[in-house]
Antibody, heavy 121, light 108 residues
Framework: QVQLVQSGSELKKPGASVKVSCKAS????????MNWVRQAPGQGLEWMGW????????TYAQGFTGRFVFSLDTSVSTAYLQSSSLKAEDTAVYYC??????????????WGQGTLVTVSS | SYVLTQPPSVSVAPGQTASIPCGGN??????VHWYQQRPGQAPVLVIY???DRPSGIPERFSGSTSGNTATLTISRVEAGDEADYYC???????????FGGGTKLTVL
């Protein structure tokens, strides 16, 4: 069965960096888009962008350019989200979500369990 | 930018029908997807392409879209349906995924 397993919670100081992993299993990793979604405490879902798992090309939503980078290690079917120069307002749960096709534009049929990143001095 | 509008909350008694609207300009011309998020859990897809159910989702969940409103309908509501529900579309003019603000369903 399809599973997305994310890395554990992180506590970071302002200005630090963090890298969240999302290990996929149960399907051919390079055939489906991988999306990243942020959810701040008590808030709704916010799409950060997606990465083409076949080509490695990334597209970032407005507000997530510059400090956020998506990457892949297809040899271990894992997607990564790296965030730098962290701010208190980056405190959130970060989800990876598998697209139902190779490119963005449709639904997210499977989600990781989420990774809580807390930014605090 | 494209905006999806959902009411913050909807309440329904057990066994009754809940309707959760999602408003957007000409949303009837888009594919609308719905997610259920129970407290402390990741979202789960419950309706895709407006009215299709993924395997494992009860038939009690249905979706429809017309004009400027998409609607998620949950029949014979159970206590376990209490959750936040989000609508989502792809906005092709900006190549962006857009989520509604979410609706908290309370089962009385």
């Amino acid at each position: 069965q399809v599973q997305l397993v994310q890395s554990g919670s992180e506590l970071k100081k302002p200005g630090a960096s963090v890298k969240v992993s999302c290990k996929a299993s149960g399907y051919t990793f390079t055939r489906y888009a991988m999306n990243w979604v942020r959810q701040a405490p008590g808030q709704g879902l916010e799409w950060m962008g997606w990465i083409n798992t076949d080509t490695g090309n990334s597209t970032y939503a407005q507000g997530f350019t510059g400090r956020f980078v998506f990457s892949l290690d297809t040899s271990v079917s894992t997607a990564y989200l790296q965030s730098s120069s962290l701010k208190a307002e980056d405190t959130a749960v970060y989800y990876c979500a598998k697209g139902s096709t190779a490119v963005a534009g449709l639904d997210f049929d499977y989600w990781g369990q989420g990774t809580l990143v807390t930014v605090s001095s | 930018s494209y905006v999806l509008t959902q009411p913050p909350s909807v309440s329904v008694a057990p066994g009754q029908t809940a309707s959760i609207p999602c408003g957007g300009n000409n949303i009837g011309g888009k594919s609308v997807h719905w997610y259920q998020q129970r407290p402390g859990q990741a979202p789960v897809l419950v309706i895709y392409d407006g009215s299709d159910r993924p395997s494992g989702i009860p038939e009690r969940f249905s979706g429809s879209t017309s004009g400027n409103t998409a609607t998620l309908t949950i029949s014979r509501v159970e206590a376990g349906d209490e959750a936040d529900y989000y609508c989502q579309v792809w906005e092709s003019s900006s190549d962006n995924v857009v989520f509604g603000g979410g609706t908290k369903l309370t089962v009385l």
